[in-house]
């Protein structure tokens, strides 16, 4: 889309955000199913752990968060994925460098496919 918009000037900007420190976790917001499938029931139960274990205790500051959505809409040159939170800028480094690995692994049968001649 950004490229699409930039001929008329428009900047569009994916924001990835990472956790920040809001009501969102707290069970009193976030309303989650009592329905339960017995294969899952170790992983549901892991999730709500992790959940209630990172609840307030989110690294996210939401009012900076604010400042640094008003900082882009500002940019002469925004960026088209900005990375909201040290969490959100770890894994947008770990998806890359995913990314780089498996295109260099696969590079040769990836290129088979290209028409010769």
């Given amino acids: 889309m950004s490229l699409e918009l930039a001929r008329f000037g428009i900047h569009a900007t994916v924001v990835y955000p990472g956790t920040f420190r809001t009501d969102f976790l ?3 917001s ?8 017995d294969d899952y029931a170790e992983i549901t139960a892991a999730a709500t752990r992790a959940r209630d274990a990172a609840n307030h ?7 900076a968060f ?9 940019a002469s040159e925004p960026p088209v994925s900005f990375a909201a939170g040290s969490d959100a800028v770890q894994v947008m480094i770990e998806r890359a460098e ?3 690995s498996n295109a ?11 028409i010769v001649g």
């Fill in 30 to 37: 976030a309303v989650h199913e009592d329905l339960s499938i």
């Fill in 66 to 74: 604010g400042h640094a959505m008003v900082a882009l809409a500002n």
């Fill in 104 to 114: 260099k692994n696969w590079h040769d049968l990836s290129i088979s496919t290209d």
């Fill in 57 to 63: 205790r989110q690294a996210g500051d939401p009012v």
């Fill in 26 to 28: 707290d069970r009193t």
């Fill in 98 to 100: 995913y990314l780089q």
